[in-house]
Antibody, heavy 117, light 110 residues
Framework: EVHLVESGGGLVQPGGSLRLSCSAS????????MHWVRQAPGKGLVWVSR????????TYADSVKGRFTISRDNAKNTLYLQMNSLRAEDTAVYYC??????????WGQGNLVTVSS | QSALTQPASVSGSPGQSITISCTGTSSDVGGYNYVSWYQQHPGKAPKLMIS???NRPSGVSNRFSGSKSGNTASLTISGLQAEDEADYYC??????????FGGGTRLTVL
């Protein structure tokens, strides 16, 4: 069974940094493209970033480009999202998801990031 | 990277069928057969219901079906059940190698 577990969220001040992690199990992580998706409180899903299985090909939504960095450690079966220069509008639940046939086939339970002073 | 357009809400009675539309452009929905649909119950993670326009993942009820015409994709749920009440999101691959979601549709089962 596929398991994706996000961690690293919490309360951070505007302008601060945070690194989210997503621990994967139940599939061959090193073969999977992975994504981050976020959802602000009471709002819809917003795609954030994607990375290829070998760690290349990172792409980002315009809203986070230049501030967020997606990466992975295939030896540790872990996906990361480094978030810098955080803003209030980055407050959201962040989900990691596994890509299969250009769809987000499996999702983690989500991790809340709150940006506030 | 404008969001795909979905109706904010739809409703139907148990046993009826409903359809949710998802309109994009030739740069996303119209240009690729990589439209997917997700169901999200309150406080839960999204769940994939349809991939590649019309494919149902294992375990998804055959009451859920997807289609596409031009720049508009659609999700149809037949034989509505109380447990179908949820938010539904469409998503598409885009020509700049990103993904885009729709704004979401709240389904109410009357």
């Amino acid at each position: 069974e596929v398991h994706l577990v996000e961690s690293g969220g919490g309360l951070v001040q505007p302008g601060g940094s945070l690194r989210l992690s997503c621990s994967a199990s139940g599939f061959t992580f090193s073969n999977a493209w992975m994504h981050w998706v976020r959802q602000a409180p009471g709002k819809g899903l917003v795609w954030v970033s994607r990375i290829y299985s070998d760690g290349t090909g990172a792409t980002y939504a315009d809203s986070v480009k230049g501030r967020f960095t997606i990466s992975r450690d295939n030896a540790k079966n872990t996906l990361y999202l480094q978030m810098n220069s955080l803003r209030a509008e980055d407050t959201a639940v962040y989900y990691c998801a596994r890509d299969l046939a250009y769809s987000l086939h499996d999702w983690g339970q989500g991790n809340l990031v709150t940006v506030s002073s | 990277q404008s969001a795909l357009t979905q109706p904010a809400s739809v409703s139907g009675s148990p046993g009826q069928s409903i359809t949710i539309s998802c309109t994009g452009t030739s740069s996303d929905v119209g240009g690729y057969n990589y439209v997917s649909w997700y169901q999200q119950h309150p406080g839960k993670a999204p769940k994939l219901m349809i991939s590649e326009v019309s494919n149902r993942p294992s375990g998804v009820s055959n009451r859920f079906s997807g289609s596409k015409s031009g720049n508009t994709a659609s999700l149809t749920i037949s034989g509505l059940q109380a447990e179908d009440e949820a938010d539904y999101y469409c998503s598409s691959y885009t020509d700049i190698n990103t993904r885009v979601f729709g704004g979401g549709t709240r389904l109410t089962v009357l």
